[in-house]
Structure formats: C-alpha cells, structure tokens
C-alpha cells in the first residue's frame, strides 16, 4: 500500500522564522506535488516537482524533491500570517493522486 | 473560464437517501477525480476516469457510483447514504495521465452531512 506521510502535522511558528515540512513516500514516483488549502476553502497548487534535485521557489516558499531518498520539502522563509493555511503533499502514479495527510501551519505574531 | 465546478456547496441527507453531486469541467481535461477529505486523513481517492465511457476505483469506493458520459461531466452517486459519508467531497481534474508537467485543479467542494 502507497503511502504519503508529512510532518509535522501540526506547526505554530512566530512570523520571520524559517521551518521545513516534509512529505516522505512510499512508492517510485518522480511527479510530486504540493497544494495549500484555506480553512473552508478548496486546494490551490503551489508546485509541481518532476524529477529528482528539482527545486522551485515562489516567494517565501521553496520545494524540493529527492526521488532516491523519496523525500520532499516545503521550506518556509521569513514566515508571515498570511502563510498559515494547510498544506499537502501528493503523489501521482498509476492514475491516482495519493495525498498526504497535511500540515497545518500558523504563523503568529 | 469557470474551471472546475461543483454543485450543491452545502447537503444535508437522512440516512438511506440518495444523492447525487454533480461535478463540471470546462478546461477539456481528460482525467477527472472524486475525493474525500475527512480530518487527520487528507484526501481519498473515490473513484477516477482518464476519459468518457472510462471509470475506476480508487481508495474508498464502497457506497459511491460514478459515470462518464461525456468529457465534461463527472457525476458522483451516493446509492443510500451512511453517516460515515459525511465529509467533504472534492472533484478534480488535469489534462491527462501522460502530461507529466500539470498539478489537479480542484473544485470549491460539496460539504455532505449524512445524519
């Protein structure tokens, strides 16, 4: 059974902290993905990470993947409030999304 | 451009009623997806289809049907509701198995509550 497992689960960190979530997986895959999701809301993409050493930044956030070690981070620089959301990892293979079980983060003053 | 859209928002069902939550695409993506999403366990895989006239289970497919009839529309049916059906329930979708380069894009979700 594929397995997806971030930590941690939960995380509180001060704004302009820096932390790192981790999503390992279980299963060969090179295609790994990383969605925030707002309170009530649906997921939004933030990455798509293809192969392995990928790595890729959007502002205070930066993804990278390691395929040999099947490991995947989501880096956090300089933490702000509006960063606090919950995020998840995902795998794609044998046309199946199979999600982890996500990381709640709030950012506080 | 609409995206991926889910109707109703909001349900609440007695036990052994059926329903059915509709899920629309207008991106012409070839896959489409049902998940739930249930606190502490992420989301579900239901079932999925690669494309009309195709469909196939995923994780937790007891209790739920589906169909493809044409690219667009991905119904989701619940044959007599439990209470262990209430979640939220999300449709996706991307453009294809072989494009490797594209995320699922997500509908706002259908929040069911099966009392």
């Known amino acids: 059974e594929l397995k997806v497992e971030q930590n941690p689960l939960f995380l509180s960190m001060q704004e302009g902290k820096n932390y790192t979530i981790y999503c390992n997986y279980s299963t060969t895959s090179d295609r790994l993905y990383w969605y925030r999701q707002d309170p009530g809301k649906s997921l939004e993409s933030l990455f798509v990470l293809l192969s392995n050493g990928a790595v890729k930044q959007e502002g205070r956030l930066m993804a990278s993947l390691d395929t040999k070690a099947r490991l995947s981070t989501l880096h956090i620089t300089a933490a702000v409030h509006d960063l606090s959301a919950t995020y998840f990892c995902a795998v794609f293979t044998g046309n199946q999304f199979y999600f982890g079980t996500g990381t709640s983060l709030t950012v506080i003053p | 451009n609409a995206g991926v859209t889910q109707t109703p928002k909001f349900q609440v069902l007695k036990t052994g009623q059926s329903m059915t939550l509709q899920c629309a695409q207008d991106m012409n993506h070839e896959y489409m997806s049902w998940y739930r999403q249930d606190p502490g366990m992420g989301l579900r895989l239901i079932h999925y289809s690669v494309g009309a006239g195709i469909t196939d289970q995923g994780e937790v497919p007891n209790g739920y049907n589906v169909s493809r009839s044409t690219t667009e529309d991905f119904p989701l049916r619940l044959l007599s509701a439990a209470p262990s059906q209430t979640s939220v329930y999300f449709c996706?979708?991307?453009?294809?198995?072989?494009?490797?380069?594209?995320?699922?894009?997500f509908g706002q979700g259908t929040r069911l509550t099966v009392v």
């Open positions: 996706a979708s991307r453009p294809g198995r072989w494009l490797l380069n594209t995320e699922a894009f």
